[in-house]
């Protein structure tokens, strides 16, 4: 079985522009989630999509947003870019049953310049 | 303060000790408790989980719970090189079937051959 794909893996931007991230989750998997990783911070979740609904979110203001897609995959959106969004965003699916069980992608690495 | 607090290393040790990571937590409605291993430039890669206090055990790596004291750690018993990573504890309120996991800074483990 494939795992978790995100797309790009690496990414750089300028402040003030945004960028759309991807996830593919496992086969099967309807639950997708997102999270933020900073030296400073670790890891910080964001939100997660479930049959297409955001049942979950994190506490990360309105810039970031997401959605999910019939075929499960899933975008995250971040508008107008500051420095600190430079991070490793790591999503992860689950069956959406149980939570506990989730497999995490790659990663992909944003710069903000 | 952090709901869940780990000790962050970063951690030495030659190769065949026995190594103890830790994590102390403070929300009293966390449930589950997670370990994750994340070599570089990797996502995290679930090694355990559990839902109560007491031990489990899975090869050469030993979760432990105490809910009493708020305390979780992972033991690894005949420690490799290949183990060299950093180790993420998380925790999760269960909400339905949806969880957020919090999740400690992270320690990193280095084994010496």
């Known amino acids: 079985k494939a795992g978790v794909t995100q797309t790009p893996r690496y990414l750089i931007k300028t402040r003030g522009q945004q960028v759309t991230l991807s996830c593919s989750p496992i086969s099967g998997h309807r639950s997708v989630s997102w999270y933020q990783q900073t030296p400073g911070q670790g890891l910080q979740f964001l939100f997660e999509?479930?049959?297409?609904?955001?049942?979950n979110k994190g506490n990360f203001p309105g810039r970031f947003s997401g959605r999910q897609f019939s075929n499960s995959r899933s975008e995250m959106n971040v508008s107008t870019l500051e420095l600190g969004d430079s991070a490793l965003y790591l999503c992860?699916?689950?069956?959406?049953?149980?939570?506990?069980?989730?497999?995490f992608g790659p990663g992909t690495r944003l710069l903000v310049l | 303060q952090k709901e869940v607090e780990q000790d962050p290393g970063p951690l030495s040790v030659p190769e065949g000790a026995i190594v103890s990571l830790n994590c102390t937590y403070s929300n009293s409605a966390f449930q589950y408790f997670m370990w994750y291993r994340q070599y570089s430039r990797k996502g995290p890669e679930l090694l355990m989980y559990?839902?109560?206090?007491g031990n489990k055990e899975d090869g050469r790596f030993t979760a432990q719970v105490d809910k009493s004291s708020k305390y979780i750690s992972l033991f690894i018993r005949d420690s490799q090189p290949s183990d060299s990573a950093t180790y993420l504890c998380a925790s999760a309120i269960s909400s339905g079937s949806a969880r957020q996991l919090t999740f400690g800074s992270g320690t990193q483990l280095t084994v010496l051959p």
């Open positions: 559990t839902y109560s206090s």
């Open positions: 999509y479930f049959s297409e609904t955001q049942r």
């Open positions: 992860a699916s689950s069956t959406g049953q149980t939570q506990e069980t989730q497999y």
